[in-house]
């Protein structure tokens, strides 16, 4: 066994008494913290609430224990700088030559995205591996399951030109599935199926995703190096956040990200987790050995597929491992409030369906536990939101009864250190929001300490200010996020379909108020009915349950002000919120946004009236494009009576009554088929005028007005 390989397999042989001290730290935290609640309910016996109210307290501090834990080992490892149980510690010394590396997949499945940040971000990582000269030894697959029929022709075209410009043909594959059949999980099978057997490894992006080049040779290097890892998980760096929200969310992630991730890397160590994207996969056991489980029903697909495919792995006895110090990898951010609770839907009823693998045979403990993790995340808000109902509650019934809290009888806790019960509720308070803020504290010592990291972050000022002004704003958006969470994990308890709609990446014109209203107008509502049932309680009871209904009734006009991508601009000229990916970008970030802002000029915009069904006039009309998009469709063998008769009628009424005469479905049944698109061409070019919609003779007047465009020009 090699020197490196002895280096990867330590820690796992040490992560028994790693993980016994770090969870004895958070049941130790738990329980004495249960111990003191339980003498702060417990005068002359615990009624039926207050035993609801304890049981309730375990679960929700025990999650505020695990996070202070994971954050102080994680900033006692960066504090002592060095690592033993990082996976980067075992890369080799060498850069490897070219032909070294073993031909590696770089599978981005995309389903009705931004076309131009998807090719432009594929521009960027393409060109810089060709600048690190290892360009042949990875192959870039586009994946799409786009079901607009606009988008798709998009893609078709867009892959085209970056090819010719990048003489990418035979490195860069587009492949576009008939149907979107298990979501990603699905595309990602439908591809190891017909290419996976051709590569060693694979890695798995996203939308958003970019990788420097030395990221991906490392990455490869490390699976070289560690033959028993089946997957190392990067950990994606946020960029490119305009609006409010976005920046603010892209400072935290920046600024408190390493000390959680360096202590999770402790605990975890080579059972870690999969999070579905920048992440290089060992192909060979991934195929044998990570297929999704069934579930209970044929019509229900895993919407979170990544845990249970780490869990997978680590049952077949490969290592999953968090490259949490490699650096090199990034990602974008949802832009608003309301579209981060929209991902944040999707992967709610996701992760509640792990709840049917907990006891699965053969999982590893620490999966299971990730598993367990990813669903009390969602659960601990509507735990959370009993716990603050039955809390007021209580006090209703103590200040309806003229009796007051009874924090004079001492007992237990409380009589043993001669502190009264109702100092010791404060007591407690102020601990639970010490172990929520020390954390943050943590990250920003390290970042201070560091010269180089506090200049990163724009200085010392900006550094302290940013902090302060963003835990005050997560305390305000807290409650606002614990009524969205508990309402995703009640609607799915009561069975209610959870669609995957295309993730919004750019804010464009700003806050959308029609979806603010839809979204905040009952919080808002339920916030002021908070409020005034408190009052009406006791004054003091309000005051004490304000940053709660605060929170609530400025939802809406907070949210719209997150939502401004002007007010992000502005924070960024103050220096606010600034991450050293702003302030001394790497090369592929700064060649990413030139891209962007390239490919803005240079591509054309179609007019108002022609948007809604480009896609279908540019296949139609563009001799270039109908050809491309008929060699990319699988020949099909001969089709029934009835359905060639069936697409005849389609052809029929979209040359003479236009393509809005058409449903979506109806129009990818058309571009699905290679002889109806060819004979499409033919018809509306041959065809009398007379028998042509008035929308096609406006077409073909704005398609030969265009003379001095490229003739594979993109049209957005």
Known sequence: MSEL???????????????????SAVVALTGFA????????????????????????????????????????????????????????????????PEELPATAIALPIYNEDVGRVYEGLRTMYLDLAR?????????????????????????????????????????????????????????????????????????????????????????????????????????????????????????GTLYGPVFQAGLNYWQAGSGNFWGHNAIIRVAPFMEHCGLPPLRTARVRFMSHDYVEAALMRRANFEVWMAYELGGSFESLPPTLVDHTARDRRWCRGNLQHSWLLAAQGFHPINRLHLLLGILSYVSSPLWLIFLVLGTLQCWLYW???????????????????????????????????????????????????????????????????????????????????????????????????????????????????????????????????????????????WWISPITFGLIASLPLSALLSYAGLGDALKRIGLFRTPMEIAPTSVVT?????????????????????????????????????????????????????????HQLQDRLVQKGPADLKRREQLALLMNADAITSLHHRIWHEPEAHLAPWWKLAMRHYNTLTDRPQTALYR
């Open 5 to 23: 390989h002895v280096i990867a397999r330590t820690p796992l042989r040490r992560s028994a008494r790693r993980q016994f001290l770090f969870f």
């Open 34 to 97: 249960t111990w003191v609640m339980a003498d702060i309910l417990w005068r002359g016996g615990l009624t039926g609430l207050e035993t609801a109210l304890l049981l309730l307290f375990v679960p929700m501090f025990g999650m505020v224990a695990l996070g202070f834990t994971q954050a102080l080992f994680g900033f006692i490892i960066l504090l002592w700088n060095r690592d033993p149980y990082s996976i980067s510690r075992t890369l080799p010394e060498q850069p490897p030559k």
């Open 132 to 252: 690190a000269g290892v360009a042949g030894r990875f192959d870039f697959f586009i994946l799409s399951d786009s079901t607009d029929p606009n988008k798709w022709i998009e893609e078709e075209v867009a892959w085209l030109d970056l090819c010719k410009q990048l003489k990418g043909f035979g490195r860069i594959f587009y492949r576009k599935r008939a149907a979107p059949l298990n979501r990603k999980s699905g595309n990602i099978s439908d591809f190891l199926r017909r290419w996976g057997r051709k590569y060693r490894y694979m890695v798995v992006l996203d939308a958003d995703s970019l990788m420097e080049a030395a990221t991906l040779t490392r990455l490869v290097q490390l699976m070289e190096a560690n033959p028993q890892a089946g997957l190392i998980q990067t950990v994606p760096a946020p960029i490119q956040a305009k609006t409010f929200f976005a920046r603010l969310m892209q400072f935290a």
């Open 400 to 542: 309806s009864s003229n009796e007051p809290l009874r924090f004079d009888a001492d007992v237990g806790i409380s009589s043993f250190l001669d502190i009264g019960g109702n100092k010791l509720a404060l007591i407690l308070f102020f601990v639970t929001l010490g172990l929520l803020t020390i954390p943050k504290l943590l990250a920003v010592l390290l970042a201070l300490r560091e010269g180089a990291r506090r200049r990163a972050f724009g200085g010392t000022a900006a550094l302290v200010a940013g902090f302060a002004f963003e835990h005050l704003l997560s305390a305000v958006l807290a409650p606002i996020f614990m009524l969205f969470n508990s309402r995703w994990v009640i609607e799915i308890m009561l069975g209610r379909s959870v669609p995957w709609n295309p993730q919004r990446r750019d804010a464009g014109g700003g806050a959308d108020w029609g979806g603010l209203l839809l979204a905040h107008t009952w919080q808002t509502l339920l916030g002021c009915t908070w409020a005034l049932a408190a009052w009406k309680i006791n004054p003091a009871f309000f």
């Open 591 to 647: 060649h990413l946004a030139k891209n962007l802002e390239a490919a803005e000029r240079r591509h054309l915009h179609a007019p108002d009236w022609l948007a809604p069904q480009n896609g279908i006039m540019q296949v139609v009309l563009d001799p270039y494009i109908n050809a491309a998009h008929v060699s990319l469709l699988r020949q099909k063998r001969r089709l029934p009576h009835a359905v060639t008769n069936y697409l």
